[in-house]
T-cell receptor, first 118, second 110 residues
Framework: DTGVSQNPRHKITKRGQNVTFRCDPI?????LYWYRQTLGQGPEFLTY????????KSRLLSDRFSAERPKGSFSTLEIQRTEQGDSAMYLC????????????????FGSGTRLTVV | GQNIDQPTEMTATEGAIVQINCTYQ??????LFWYQQHAGEAPTFLSY????GLEEKGRFSSFLSRSKGYSYLLLKELQMKDSASYLC???????????FGTGTKLQVIP
């Protein structure tokens, strides 16, 4: 297994265009997360899937953002009508689900997609 | 809501010990993570605490006090490669969402 894979690594787009990013999680992981990170800040939660179900979506995620995880495997994050404020690193992570207890599986992050909106 | 506080920057000397503190306020606390992030790279998992006390893993140890909403990451025998951002992250809520702090940028100097 090659870990969490994200494509593309970099994306430069003009304001107003739509962009789509892809994340391929570790195959046996049933949880998948999208985060956004800007320079000097920690990752901000965007949304979260368990299998194909989108269980939570941040209020940060405007109507221009949509994420899918068909068949509970790879996921896509689409941003419509991009704005300059959307410029950031978009990180995908996956994990195994674990009940509350002494052990929790940490997230495995992908290398991210760096979006620049010009 | 949640509030996670950690120092923005720290500097320490190679071979020394450094402690990075994290305080948090949250409802439905389910555990606390520490991640390391080198510049331009993705975060990597370091440790997880859910019960009070110290968890030791090689040169890195993590401590948690749930009653005080406080954790620290202790790095011993610092190496130059330890220069990175260290992210404190709290798991909470019914879906156990993980919320990250802004990170502490550690610079190790010779």
């Amino acid at each position: 297994d090659t870990g969490v894979s994200q494509n593309p690594r970099h994306k430069i787009t003009k304001r107003g265009q739509n962009v789509t990013f892809r994340c391929d999680p570790i195959s046996e992981h049933n949880r998948l997360y999208w985060y956004r990170q800007t320079l000097g800040q920690g990752p901000e939660f965007l949304t979260y899937f368990q299998n194909e179900a989108q269980l939570e979506k941040s209020r940060l995620l405007s109507d221009r953002f949509s994420a899918e995880r068909p068949k509970g495997s790879f996921s896509t994050l689409e941003i419509q009508r991009t704005e300059q404020g959307d410029s950031a690193m978009y990180l995908c992570a996956s994990s195994l689900s674990a009940g509350q207890g002494l052990y929790s599986y940490g997230y495995t992050f992908g290398s991210g997609t760096r979006l620049t909106v010009v | 809501g949640q509030n996670i506080d950690q120092p923005t920057e720290m500097t320490a000397t190679e071979g020394a010990i450094v402690q990075i503190n994290c305080t948090y306020q949250t409802s439905g606390f389910n555990g606390l993570f520490w991640y390391q992030q080198h510049a331009g790279e993705a975060p990597t998992f370091l440790s997880y605490n859910v019960l009070d006390g110290l968890e030791e893993k090689g040169r890195f140890s993590s401590f948690l006090s749930r009653s005080k909403g406080y954790s620290y990451l202790l790095l011993k025998e610092l190496q130059m490669k330890d220069s990175a951002s260290y992210l404190c992250a709290v798991k909470s809520g019914g879906y156990q969402k993980v919320t990250f702090g802004t990170g502490t940028k550690l610079q190790v100097i010779p």
